[in-house]
């Protein structure tokens, strides 16, 4: 009996252990599961999936709200340019009547009472189309239908515009002088700035080291010319562009004939015997007023000439951003000051052309307006001649890509130097280019700013000048702007002044 129950217990035991085995291996494999639902790839990729379908959802919507935001922006972009449009004119004046010319789509903005009527009610008839069209006339008040009174009434109307247009030019005559009084006031209250020296020093320039060279006289003199010389003072890239832009403007220029102007007579006839033209010529050939040549001889002579000469284009403080740059650059190496400083002048001599012996000054003259210094930059290199030489002090330099020569032409009390004489040389081979500006030793007004061109000779506009100065002191330039050198009162007010 005790076996037995011995046996049992051990059962039971037995079975409590046996049940508490499988518990235990039941949780065990309930985590074994869980831990590999949790790693398994599959469960992971669908995750990754849905939040990646989720946020493709929420970004297709968000494009296509925008897309929206922006069509409308465009549609009422568009509306307000068909209104803009609508109300676009041009209007013109002439002597005989005040012309509207329209634009493609639109109506003028301004009409004349009758015109204002009549077009509104044209428009009046066009609202309905349901209603019965008029085909009489639109009867106006205050106007008369009748054939000879309708003329009565144009007649009344150009009368009427031309007094507008006359009333017009009054205006404007008023205005111009108004701006002619405000120029004298701004002249008059001007004051000007003197520049005695300049004082080389080394710069520095987009990482270039520019340290000027001083160019000994080699001819013993009581001069006090200096010069000196910087090289790579403008690079490569600002060389080839004032070279295009200056072969640019030329070619554009070119295509009209320039007109031909010369200092006297005898310079005229010192060309024509040089040329072995026997032509005979006097001041009636000039046009009245200049010492121009008209068109028909102008185009003769430039054949006769064979276009010798050399071509110069000009640009004015402020007209580009270049000129900042360069006024700052040689203010730094040179300390000649920015407002003293005249027009930038790009000069090309084709080959077989130079420039003869000249003074940047005016020999004898008591007006200290004048050219105190110059600096001169060649663009390019030139393979044979092209030399700039000052003959009175035994310096003669060779034109290399980017180098700069500066000199001055006075002295400190503002005389003019005979010894700075110098010259271009011919250019056997190759194509010269520099660029110039020149310093006065007394600034004034007009100083630096392009001025007004003069109404004589009458001309086409844009035609270039070809100006040719002393025969034996001078050359033939050609210039795309217009001064007062070659008028008749302009030289007799210089002469009355000396």
């Given at each position: 009996m005790k076996n037995k129950a011995r046996h049992r217990n051990l059962l039971i035991i037995g079975d409590k252990n046996g049940v508490h085995k499988n518990k235990e291996g039941f949780?065990?494999?309930?985590?074994?599961?869980?831990?590999?639902?949790?790693?398994?790839?599959?469960?992971?990729?669908?995750?990754?999936?849905?939040?990646?379908?989720?946020?493709?959802a929420v970004f297709t919507i968000g494009l296509i709200v925008y897309g929206l935001y922006i069509l409308n922006i465009s549609n009422n972009n568009n509306d307000t340019h068909k209104l803009n449009?609508?109300?676009?004119?041009?209007?013109?004046?002439?002597?005989?009547?005040?012309?509207?010319?329209?634009?493609?789509?639109?109506?003028?903005k301004e009409l004349h009472s009758e015109q204002r009527e009549l077009h509104s009610e044209q428009k009046e008839n066009m609202k309905d189309p349901s209603e019965k069209v008029d085909t009489k006339?639109?009867?106006?008040?205050?106007?008369?239908?009748?054939?000879?009174?309708?003329?009565?009434?144009?007649s009344s109307a150009k009368n009427q515009n031309s007094q507008l247009s006359e009333k017009n030019k009054k205006k404007q005559s008023k205005n111009k002088g108004k701006d002619i009084k405000d120029l004298k006031t701004e002249a008059e209250k001007f004051k000007p700035t003197y520049l005695k020296k300049m004082s080389p020093k080394k710069i520095f320039a987009d990482g270039r080291r520019l340290p000027p060279?001083?160019?000994l006289a080699q001819k013993p003199n009581n001069s006090s010319v200096r010069v000196f010389l910087y090289d790579e003072f403008l690079s490569e890239q600002e060389c080839d562009g004032l070279m295009k832009a200056h072969d640019s403007h030329v070619k554009e220029s070119s295509k009209i004939n320039p007109l031909l102007c010369?200092?006297?007579?005898?310079?005229?006839?010192?060309?024509?015997?040089?040329a072995h033209k026997k032509v005979k010529v006097t001041p009636a050939d000039f046009i009245p007023g200049t010492f121009c040549v008209n068109e028909t001889f102008s185009r003769q002579l430039s054949g006769w000439l064979k276009s010798n000469w050399s071509y110069s284009t000009a640009f004015y403080p402020g007209e580009s951003r270049f000129s900042k740059i360069f006024e700052y650059r040689v203010k730094e190496a040179t300390q000649l000051l920015p407002e003293n400083g005249g027009k930038f002048q790009i000069t090309s001599y084709p080959q077989g052309i130079g420039y003869k012996t000249h003074t940047d000054c005016v020999e004898g003259n008591v007006d200290e307006r004048d050219r105190m210094a110059t600096i001169l930059v060649y663009l390019q290199d030139v393979e044979d001649g092209g030399e700039t030489k000052f003959p009175e002090l035994g310096i003669w330099v060779k034109p290399r890509k980017g180098r700069a020569l500066v000199w001055n032409n006075m002295n400190e009390e503002g005389k003019c130097e005979p010894m700075s004489i110098h010259n271009a040389a011919v250019v056997n081979k190759g194509h010269k280019y520099i660029i110039q500006r020149w310093y006065y030793y007394k600034s004034f007004?007009?100083?630096?700013?392009?001025?007004?061109?003069?109404?004589?000779?009458?001309?086409?506009?844009?035609?270039?000048?070809?100006?040719?100065?002393e025969y034996e002191?001078?050359?033939?330039?050609?210039?795309?702007?217009?001064n007062y050198e070659h008028l008749v009162d302009y030289r007799n007010q210089r002469i009355n002044l000396k």
């Open positions: 949780t065990k494999k309930n985590k074994e599961t869980r831990t590999t639902k949790e790693n398994d790839p599959k469960n992971r990729i669908s995750l990754e999936l849905f939040i990646f379908r989720t946020l493709f449009s609508e109300d676009s004119f041009v209007e013109l004046d002439s002597d005989d009547s005040d012309e509207t010319v329209r634009s493609s789509v639109g109506e003028p006339p639109p009867v106006r008040k205050g106007v008369n239908t009748e054939p000879s009174k309708i003329s009565e009434s144009q060279v001083e160019l010369f200092d006297t007579i005898e310079t005229l006839r010192k060309h024509l015997k040089a007004y007009s100083l630096g700013k392009r001025p007004p061109e003069p109404d004589l000779p009458a001309r086409a506009p844009g035609t270039p000048r070809v100006n040719c100065d002191n001078g050359s033939c330039r050609w210039y795309d702007e217009w």
